[in-house]
């Protein structure tokens, strides 16, 4: 393609000196055509585009929040595995945080707390086991009739006996009221009208009915018992490992919950300090140092997965990439190793970018047979065999 481009203005020259050599009228120049040829793509059908080798996996990494860096645990060229802490910001503070809420949750989660919560388990079903009991009753007459029948007796002796009380009070109701024998017969009349009174009372109880209110009282303290002992059982399941319902409620396990919550939360605060690789891979670029200040979402590491490489095009036009579909042949040249790979089509981007005016779109290509010595950024030419 250089050699018409050279050899284009030697010709031009050469004709034009002659032209001026000769005296006279100058001598019509016959029309020169050049045959250039055709493009790569034009010549073997298809399209081309430019690319660059890259991982198949890239993760730039930086830290939500701001802070003074602490350590920085890796250097590029280092291998690191999905996990490892690449670098940390200081985090004194978040460290006593983390062991003061765990100590709170073992507290709540300890042998101690499970032993107590089985007992108010058993407390909570015997509650409920009484006042199911007294529910009950409300169906059933308060005594039965040989317990009325012996109350109505001792009524009957009661009266005798108030009456025997009365008349002795009146044989000495005459004297003084500091009168010891008065005051022995005030007392044994009024002791035998309290016992009368009480009998009455208690024979006219045991023959009544339960109110409306007695049996709303009932019921209120059985429905109070049941919730308790659901609450306690959430409360236990909860401590042993059990699952529980999203409605289960409670204080127990309110407290269990929240304290949950409080060391979910500081152990989130102090992963935000450390910078974690998502991938296996190797650095390929460390951006800071310890006692540094790392911004907020300032990319300081990346580490890129290198056991698996690909082909990203730069400049495929908007004029091509209709002709670009995935699972398509591709021919990949790699220019630094100088060899012609087979590759196909894995990705094409649906979102366009903007190359030096131009309209491009990112296609992906995944090598069959990648070859030793290939790396990230090493450039390439693909060209796109014409669709059938």
Known sequence: MLKP?????????????ACRSVGG?????????????????????????????????EAELAFALGGIVEVVNVAVGEA????????EL???????????????????TSPAAVSAAEQAVVAARQKVDDTQKKVNALAYPRASESLIDNIEGQIEL??????????????????????????????????????????????????????DLDEAIAHANLDSATSALQ???WHLAALNGEPIPAEATGT?????????????????????????????????????????????????????????????????SERDVPSVSIGQEATVHIEALDQDLPGRVTAVSQVAETLGGDVVYKTTIELESPPPGLRPGMSVEVHFAAPE
Not at 5 to 17: E, F, G, M, Q, R
Not at 35 to 52: I, K, N, Y
Not at 80 to 87: C, I, K, N, S, Y
Not at 90 to 103: D, F, S, Y
Request: proline share 5%; hydrophobic share 45%; with cysteine.
């Open 5 to 17: 481009k050279i050899i284009l203005p030697l010709l031009l020259c050469s004709a034009l000196a």
């Open 25 to 57: 009228a100058p001598t019509p120049l016959p029309t020169v055509v050049l045959e250039t040829g055709g493009s790569p793509a034009q010549l073997q059908g298809g399209v081309t585009a430019s690319g660059v080798v890259v991982p198949a996996r």
């Open 80 to 87: 690191v595995d999905a996990g490892q802490v690449l670098a």
């Open 90 to 108: 200081e985090n004194a503070e978040l460290l006593i945080e983390v062991g003061r809420t765990q100590r709170n949750l073992r507290e709540l």
């Open 158 to 211: 009661a009266r005798e006996e108030l009456a025997e009380a009365t008349e002795d009070f009146r044989d000495v109701e005459w004297k003084e009221h500091d009168d010891p024998e008065r005051a022995a017969a005030v007392v044994a009349m009024t002791n035998a009208q309290m016992h009368l009174n009480q009998l009455i009372a208690n024979v006219n109880w045991y023959k009544g009915k339960p109110s």
């Open 231 to 233: 609450e306690a059982e």
């Open 252 to 316: 127990g396990l309110a407290e269990l919950a929240q304290a949950e919550d409080e060391l979910a939360a500081a152990q989130a605060a102090l992963e935000s300090t450390r910078l974690v690789s998502p991938i296996a891979g190797t650095v390929v670029a460390v951006e800071i140092a310890a006692g540094e200040y790392a911004s907020p979402g300032e990319v300081l590491v990346v580490v890129d997965d290198l056991s698996r490489l690909l082909v990203e095009t730069t400049d495929l």
